[in-house]
């Protein structure tokens, strides 16, 4: 990461890396989880302070309005899909919504798996 990349910021600020709940993709559980907007300045902010370690990467062919929604609800969406680990062709209900798992798995671009 550098110096003018564009990312999205999570609510996820940040969390410890090391502990048992991180060690398990569990990082908001950890202890020492910090929270945009909550026990960090920003969320809502026009700029802000963010750890490059939990920062996703926005390409630059994605516009801003269609990005925002994957940078919370579409992250929250894609690690409760995750840890289901669903296969192709079966059906996940999600509170508020319904979608088919499909073979290209989930096109949120800036997700690590
Ligand atoms: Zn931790």
């Not at 202890?31 to 750890?51: M, R």
């Not at 926005?58 to 940078?71: C, S, Y």
Request: proline letters at 6%.
């Amino acid at each position: 990461m550098k110096e003018g990349d564009r990312v999205g910021v999570p609510w996820l600020y940040s969390a410890c890396g090391h502990c048992e709940f991180c060690l398990a993709a569990q990082e908001p559980v950890c202890a020492d989880a910090q929270f945009g907007g909550y026990t960090k300045n920003g969320g809502f902010a026009d700029f802000i302070v963010a750890d490059p370690n939990y920062v996703a990467h926005i390409p630059a062919h994605l516009v801003a309005k269609n990005a925002a929604p994957l940078i919370c609800a579409g992250i929250t969406s894609y690690k409760g899909i995750k840890q289901t680990q669903a296969r192709p062709g079966e059906w996940i209900v999600i509170s508020g919504g319904l979608i088919r798992f499909n073979r290209q798995r989930c096109a949120f671009p800036s997700v690590a798996s």
